[in-house]
C-alpha cells in the first residue's frame, strides 16, 4: 500500500502551518488541499505529519515524469554547480540554445522554427500575443468559451471563467474577442461534427461581420480545455480553425501548457488532429517541476518583433534548462509516451465503470491520460453538481488521494498523475476514488473539518 495515513488529513502540524499561511500570505492565492508536503517521490506525497498521499494532480499537471526524477535532479545538481543562473540577454547559455533546438525539432509543422523560452504559461501566453501582433500588424485576438490562458492582464482576458480568475479585476486587455469552441456533451447538435461545424461557421461570420478580415491578429485554443473541464476539441474543429487562420491571415496558436509533454498520449494533444500551428506554447512538464515556458513559432512569425521586444530576467534559467533536457530525453525514448496510453486506458475504463454505477457522472472524457469525469445532478438535465464533486473530491482526500477539481463549475474531477505511476499505485487510487464516489452517492461521508 502506497497510502500510509498516520494522522487525519489535515494533521497538527499543516493546521499549524495553515494558521501561518493564513496571517503571512494573501488569501487570494487560493488552496485546493489544506496539506503541507515535506517530500514528493513519482506518485507519492509524505506531508509534514508523516501522511503518504497518491497524487492524482501532478501539480497540475507539471510532474507528467514523476516527482524527482532522478535524471532531472541530476541535471539540475550538475548544472548548480557550474552556474545558477546569467540572464540571456546579459551573457547566454547553452542550455537555452539546446532546449530551443528540441523544441524546434520537436513541435509539429515542416517549415522553420524558432523558441523564445519564459519562466510561465501565463507568460508565453502573453508573448505569443505579442508576437502575433506585431507580425500582422493587427490588434483583434480571438479567444474562446471554456478557455484559461493564466492570471496575467492579457492571460485573464482571454481566460472564460469570471469567477475566481477575472471577478472584480477589470478593465480588461482590449481587442480581445470570444467565441464558443466545440462542447460536445452539452451540444444540442447530437454530434460532434455537427457543434463543430455549426461552431467553425460562426466563427467565420464573426470574423467577416463584427471583427473585420484583415483585423484579426491571432486565435488561441487549448486541444483539450484544462480548466475549463478537459472538453476535448474535435479535429475536425481543430482542422478547420487551420484553414480559417490559413484563410485570413490569422496566427494560429495552440496552447499546450496543460496538454502537452505527453499527458494525451502523444507528445503535444494538436498532433491528434494533424494540425501544425503557427506558434505553439508549453509550460508546466517541460522541465519537470522547475519554472520554464516556451513559445515556439514560425521563424519569419518569430522574427518579427524587435530586437529587446521579447525575453525577461529568468526566462531560459540555466537551471530551469537543464531540467527540461533531460525530460526531452526521457520523451524521447517513447517509453513514457507509451506509459500514458496504457495509464490512460485503464483509467478509462475504471471511470466509465464509476459511470455505470453512479448516475450522478454525466460524462467521461478524455485524450490519453488526461480525463475527467463531470459530475450532474441528473443525466437528463445534465445540471451541474458542484456539490457532489466537491464532497467525492474531499472524502478521497481524507483518505489519502489528491485530486483536482476543474470546468466552469466546478463539477469537474480531473487526473493529472505522474505519466511514472506504478500499476499498483494506480489501482489503489483508483479504488480510493471509487469508493469515495460510492459513499458520496450513499449518503456516507465524513463529517467536514
Not at 475504471?350 to 475527467?372: K, T
Amino acid at each position: 500500500m502506497a497510502i500510509q495515513i498516520r494522522t487525519e488529513i489535515p494533521g497538527p502540524r499543516s493546521r499549524a502551518l495553515y494558521e501561518r499561511r493564513r496571517r503571512a500570505v494573501p488569501q487570494g492565492v487560493g488552496q485546493i488541499t489544506p496539506i503541507f508536503t515535506e517530500s514528493m517521490d513519482g506518485a507519492r506525497i509524505t506531508d509534514v505529519d508523516g501522511n503518504v498521499l497518491l497524487d492524482f494532480a501532478g501539480g497540475i499537471g507539471v510532474l507528467n515524469v514523476g516527482a524527482n526524477r532522478a535524471e532531472v535532479v541530476e541535471a539540475v545538481r550538475s548544472q548548480a554547480g557550474r552556474a545558477i543562473h546569467t540572464c540571456f540577454h546579459v551573457t547566454m547559455n547553452e542550455p537555452y540554445l539546446e532546449v530551443a533546438e528540441a523544441l524546434n525539432r520537436l513541435a509539429p509543422g515542416d517549415f522553420e522554427k524558432k523558441t523564445l523560452l519564459l519562466s510561465t504559461g501565463a507568460e508565453a501566453v502573453e508573448n505569443a500575443v505579442k508576437i502575433a501582433r506585431r507580425y500582422t500588424g493587427r490588434q483583434a485576438v480571438i479567444g474562446f468559451s471554456h478557455a484559461f490562458h493564466g492570471r496575467t492582464m492579457m492571460g485573464m482576458t482571454l481566460t472564460a471563467k469570471v469567477a475566481t480568475y477575472k471577478y472584480g479585476f477589470g478593465p480588461f486587455a482590449p481587442e480581445v474577442y470570444r467565441v464558443p469552441a466545440c462542447d460536445p456533451y452539452r451540444s444540442p447538435l447530437g454530434s460532434a461534427g455537427a457543434e463543430a461545424q455549426w461552431a467553425l461557421q460562426n466563427l467565420r461570420r464573426i470574423i467577416a461581420d463584427e471583427l473585420g478580415m484583415d483585423k484579426v491578429a491571432a486565435m488561441i485554443i487549448e486541444p483539450v480545455q484544462g480548466e475549463g473541464g478537459f472538453i476535448v476539441q474535435p479535429p475536425d474543429f481543430l482542422r478547420g480553425l487551420r484553414e480559417i487562420a490559413d484563410e485570413f491571415g490569422i496566427v494560429l496558436i495552440v496552447d499546450e501548457i496543460q496538454t502537452g509533454f505527453g499527458r494525451t498520449g502523444r507528445m503535444f494533444a494538436i498532433e491528434e488532429a494533424g494540425v501544425a500551428p503557427d506558434i505553439l506554447l508549453t509550460a508546466k512538464s517541460l522541465a519537470g517541476g522547475l519554472p520554464l515556458s516556451a513559445v515556439t513559432g514560425r521563424q519569419e512569425i518569430m522574427d518579427a518583433a524587435q530586437a529587446g521586444g521579447l525575453g525577461g530576467t529568468y526566462g531560459g534559467n540555466p537551471l530551469a534548462c537543464a531540467a527540461a533536457l533531460a525530460v526531452i530525453r526521457l520523451f524521447e525514448d517513447g517509453e513514457i509516451l507509451k506509459r500514458s496510453c496504457a495509464v490512460g486506458e485503464r483509467v478509462r475504463s475504471a471511470f466509465e465503470e464509476f459511470a455505470r454505477q453512479s448516475g450522478r457522472i454525466g460524462d467521461v472524457r478524455g485524450m490519453g491520460a488526461m480525463l475527467a469525469m463531470e459530475f450532474v445532478r441528473d443525466r437528463a438535465t445534465k445540471e451541474h453538481d458542484p456539490e457532489t464533486t466537491e464532497a467525492v473530491h474531499r472524502l478521497a482526500l481524507e483518505r489519502g488521494l489528491v485530486l483536482l477539481k476543474a470546468g466552469d463549475h466546478n463539477n469537474v474531477i480531473r487526473f493529472l498523475a505522474p505519466l511514472t505511476i506504478s500499476d499498483e499505485e494506480l489501482e489503489e487510487g483508483l479504488s480510493v476514488l471509487g469508493s469515495a464516489i460510492a459513499d458520496v452517492g450513499a449518503g456516507r461521508m465524513l463529517p467536514a473539518r
